[in-house]
């Protein structure tokens, strides 16, 4: 690969350091003493335990890596490294490997479309040629490349649903690995389509799905990555919207808001399950996430007082604005429960993160049953990902031992209903959607009322009771 005008290297360089501790993997390209780098979107970790990087061969004098400092990466190969004897190698090195070979096949056809033409390129010219070339590359190789990205800009909840998503889809096309965008048609999500079906999926675990590969094509038509020549969605395509099945929104009754306020409680975890759910209902329906991860910088002082200001976790990174909480004289006294009472660490405003990561990755085992599967790496945004699903987990649990211990006959109390029973508050109070749409942190008023609709007519209710 010496005598080639480009290379793959990792960009192992001070300050060029990824959030979660890794490298970028760019591609080098060298053409008249010039040079361009290409960011691929996928990254290699570095182990260096304080070792120096580089070191001075005795034999032939020159600059070459440490043995001693362990990577991801191989530099002679240019390629991830695949030593089966090595645990924290990346999960994904061979697909990513086999990717990277593809990739120098369409580098070296650029180079001879080139040359065969004739034509005295810029790297700028090379650039555009390779990204469409690219139309002919794999879905599973995008596929991995953004996952690499969601991972290294610690988006782990959407991570985890395009893992989900290209892991089913590799259980219904055992091709998958070879298959081209083009080939991804209407015909073919429809026949994915069945195949969940025959897993038993229902139409929103449906929906979760092909929105996701949705997702992916049209972030490679945007790239240009792919042709939307074979679209299989939009305009007398596969029909997303039909899926939707319309899901219970539960709400508590005025009275057991009430006896959730008033009542004594002897139980310090029914007592912390309580005082959760409520800051939650004060703070606008407020998720079990979007409150586990509030911190004392949140906190922002306004004209009218002080407020909290956050972005909903499940919608950012999609334009969404800040949401502004004023910090009522009910939510102050739950902020003070939370200081006074409890353990908080780090700046975390309410006791829900018990537990902080690890500052290095952690290598964990995909399956104890399987020798064969590899082994994958929880970075600190993993062990903090993880960690608050769990205690989202046990907060559920224990919000229905609350509900037996206040006798809700009907009612199973979950955390979804602190967000329905503010909603419901506010229409009951003739607030207008559109207010209420701003108050959820809804991206359009549609949502909004989809969402109102769903809870239960009270006119109808009103009707019933005259017949």
Known sequence: MKDKCYSFKLDYYNGHELKDGSYPVILVVRKDNKRKTINLSISAMIFDNGEDRWTVDEESKRKVWNPKVKTQWNFDFQRYEIDKRRKDLHPDKEKLNTWLDELSGRCDKVIEEFQRNKIDWTLSQFEQALLNKSKKSGIEAYFIKHIDLLNRSGRIGNKLCYEQTLTLLKKYDKNFESRLFSEIDLKYVEKFSQFL??????????????????????????????????????????????????????????????????????????????????????????????????????????????????????????????????????????????????????????????????????????????????????????????????????????????????????????????????????????????????????????????????????EVDKANEML
Request: hydrophobic share 30%; aromatic share 10%; charged share 30%.
């Open 197 to 458: 079906d025959e897993r038993g999926c229902v139409g929103n675990t449906k929906k979760y799905y092909i929105k996701t590969l949705r997702a992916i094509l049209n972030k490679a038509i945007k790239e240009k990555e792919c042709s939307a020549v074979n679209y299989p969605f939009g305009k007398d395509g596969y029909s997303i919207a039909a899926l939707a099945q319309e899901t219970k929104k539960r709400y508590l009754p005025g009275e057991y808001l009430e006896r959730l306020k008033t009542t004594k409680l002897d139980n310090p975890k029914l007592e912390w399950a309580r005082n959760i759910f409520l800051f939650s209902y004060y703070c606008q329906g407020m998720s079990i996430v979007d409150l586990a991860n509030l911190t004392k910088q949140d906190i922002v002082i306004g004209e009218k007082g002080r407020y909290i200001e956050y972005r909903r976790q499940k919608t950012e990174g999609k334009n969404t604005r800040f949401i502004r909480i004023k910090i009522t004289d009910n939510i102050q006294s739950l902020l003070d429960w939370a200081k006074n009472s409890n353990l908080l660490l780090a700046d975390y405003l309410m006791p829900v993160v018990n537990r902080l990561p690890k500052d290095q990755p952690i290598v964990k085992k995909t399956n104890k049953l399987s020798k064969n599967k590899p082994e994958y790496i929880l970075t600190p945004e993993h062990q903090l990902y993880q960690h608050i699903k769990d205690r989202y987990k046990r907060y559920n649990k224990t919000l229905k031992d609350l509900g037996d211990e206040l006798k809700f006959e009907g009612v199973r109390l979950s955390s979804y209903m602190s967000r329905h029973s503010y909603a419901m508050r506010l229409k009951n109070s003739g607030i207008s959607e559109d207010i209420i749409s701003e108050a959820l942190g809804h991206k359009d008023l549609l949502t909004t009322k989809v969402y109102l609709d769903s809870f239960q007519n009270d």
